[in-house]
């Protein structure tokens, strides 16, 4: 009687195979929720770094008359030099810019999207092996976002920082630039590749505004957004 119990309290092998299938098919129709809810966290997260970056070159800019470091020129790596980055040796990379404004960040984990796979996060603004953005292991490395060189503080619109993922419309020499549609023969409109938020990305604007952004929503903010020498192209710093 015993042996008999056992047996039929025992799961056959069509039983155990039945109950298999059901757990895959769970997993399989939860796994695009947790994995939605997975990218919105992580966009969430990048729209939280970019607002942290645009309140540290709000203010660096409200004590350097009211102009980003880009558009000053550069006279030193002091901390309390008066310049900024025009005409820096290595002006065309934009983790030189996010540097400049290293007291108002405090941490380089802001400067990392978490859907960026690609990016290396530094623990401090040194040049320490293994922890520091300014090692050259990191730098470029450590970076997610763009910066319009052509941004400007004065104007709410003017478009400051966003996603490393626009691809941008032409490069001439060292410059990348964001061509408005149909203005320069040639050059394509800039859009999104899939490389952080799928075929979309976040803007960053001079208020400090963030806004998630459709290719159709990149090229009207590129339409719309003044910059500092009023010319139809926003030159653009990328991280490499």
């Not at 941008?168 to 061509?179: D, K, Q």
């Not at 408005?180 to 400090?208: I, K, M, Q, V």
């Not at 957004?225 to 009023?230: G, R, V």
């Amino acid at each position: 009687m015993a042996a008999t119990a056992s047996s039929s309290a025992a799961f056959t092998r069509l039983e155990s195979l039945t109950v298999l299938l059901m757990l895959l098919l769970l997993v399989s129709l939860a796994w695009p929720v947790l994995a939605g809810q997975r990218a919105r966290s992580e966009r969430a997260v990048c729209s939280n770094n970019l607002r942290q970056v645009g309140q540290a070159f709000r203010i660096w800019a409200s004590e350097h008359g009211d102009l980003n470091p880009w558009l000053l020129e550069y006279t030193g790596w002091l901390k309390h030099s008066k310049g900024g980055t025009r005409n820096h040796p290595l002006g065309q990379e934009a983790w030189l810019h996010f540097s400049w404004v290293s007291n108002e960040l405090h941490t380089p984990a802001v400067l990392a999207c978490p859907a960026d796979a690609s990016v290396r996060v530094a623990t401090d603004f040194g040049a320490a092996s293994g922890r520091g953005f300014l090692n050259r292991a990191f730098a470029g490395r450590a970076v997610s976002y763009v910066i319009s060189a052509h941004s400007r503080y004065d104007d709410p619109q003017s478009l400051l920082s966003g996603d490393r993922n626009v691809r941008p419309s032409s490069l001439e020499g060292c410059s990348y630039n964001l061509v408005l549609p149909g203005w320069r023969e040639g050059a394509n409109p800039p859009s999104w590749t899939n490389a952080l938020h799928g075929l979309s990305g976040n803007l960053l604007f001079s208020d400090g505004r963030v806004t998630e952004a459709s290719g159709a929503d990149l090229l009207s903010s590129v339409a719309r957004s003044p910059n500092a020498f009023n010319t139809n192209v926003l030159h653009v710093f990328y991280p490499r």
